[in-house]
C-alpha cells in the first residue's frame, strides 16, 4: 500500500513550458486534492476533486488545470508556466463523508521551479 | 471556516510532554478542530481531531475548552523525531452546497516545534 504517490519529485522549468503533475493514490478514496506551499506559508488549495470526472476550483486555482479521469489519478497541468508558480505542490486524498476516515493523506510533494 | 491563532515556535525538551496551544475564538458549533504537523520537505501527516470532547489517538491527545475558544494538542513524550511545524485547523466536517465543500484545509502559518536533547 503505497499511499499517496507524486510524480515527478523535482522539476525545473523555463518561463512559457507546460508540464503535467501526476498524483496517484491507491486508497480507493473519493476525494483528491492539490495544493502548493510557497517558502514559509502554510498549504493553499489551488484544485480539488469530490470525484472521478468532477473537479473544482480552490483558492488559488488560476494558471492551473486539472483532470481526473481515473478514480486513483488526480493531474494538475500548467499550460503556460511562469516564476510565480515556483513552489512545491502537494497532492491529497480522503474518503468522503460517513465512510469513517476523514483525514487527508498527503503525498511527498513535488518541487517545481520555474526560471 | 473560524481562523485560528497559534504560537509561532516553541521549544521542548526530548521526553517531556509537548503542549501547543491554539485559540479559535470565532468557531462555530459544528466545526471540528484538526491537527496537522509537517516535518521538513514532508507532506503534512494527519495527528488528531475533535468536536468538542477530547480525543486521545497513540499519536497525541486534544483537548478542547468547554467553550470550544480553544484547545491544546498534547505529544506526551516529545522525541526528536518530533520536531515539525504543526498547524492548527478549523473546518466543517461533512459536504457543503453541491457536494464541493467538503475537505478544503486552511492552513495558517502553524507553531514551529523544536524539540532538543
Known amino acids: 500500500n503505497a499511499g499517496v504517490t507524486q510524480t515527478p519529485k523535482f522539476r525545473v522549468l523555463k518561463t512559457g513550458q507546460s508540464m503535467t503533475l501526476l498524483c496517484a493514490q491507491d486508497?480507493?478514496?473519493?476525494?483528491m486534492y492539490w495544493y502548493r506551499q510557497d517558502p514559509g506559508m502554510g498549504l493553499r488549495l489551488i484544485h480539488y476533486?469530490?470525484?472521478?470526472?468532477?473537479?473544482a476550483k480552490g483558492e488559488v486555482p488560476d494558471g492551473y488545470n486539472v483532470s481526473r479521469l481515473k478514480k486513483q489519478n488526480f493531474l494538475l497541468g500548467l499550460e503556460s508556466a511562469a516564476p510565480s508558480q515556483t513552489s512545491v505542490y502537494f497532492c491529497a486524498s480522503s474518503a468522503p463523508p460517513g465512510q469513517g476516515e476523514r483525514e487527508q493523506y498527503f503525498g511527498p510533494g513535488t518541487r517545481l521551479t520555474v526560471t | 471556516d473560524a481562523k485560528t491563532t497559534q504560537p509561532p515556535s516553541m521549544d521542548c525538551a526530548e521526553g517531556r510532554a509537548a503542549n501547543l496551544p491554539c485559540n479559535h475564538s470565532?468557531?462555530?458549533?459544528?466545526?471540528?478542530v484538526y491537527w496537522y504537523r509537517q516535518i521538513h520537505s514532508q507532506g503534512p501527516q494527519y495527528i488528531i481531531h475533535g468536536l468538542k470532547n477530547n480525543e486521545t489517538n497513540e499519536m497525541a491527545s486534544l483537548i478542547i475548552t468547554e467553550d470550544r475558544k480553544s484547545s491544546t494538542l498534547i505529544l506526551p513524550h516529545a522525541t526528536l523525531r518530533d520536531t515539525a511545524v504543526y498547524y492548527c485547523i478549523v473546518r466543517v466536517q461533512g459536504v457543503g452546497a453541491g457536494g464541493t465543500s467538503y475537505g478544503k484545509l486552511t492552513f495558517g502559518q502553524g507553531t514551529i516545534l523544536t524539540v532538543h536533547p
Open positions: 476533486s469530490v470525484g472521478e470526472g468532477t473537479t
Open positions: 470565532t468557531i462555530s458549533g459544528n466545526e471540528y
Open positions: 486508497m480507493n478514496h473519493e476525494y
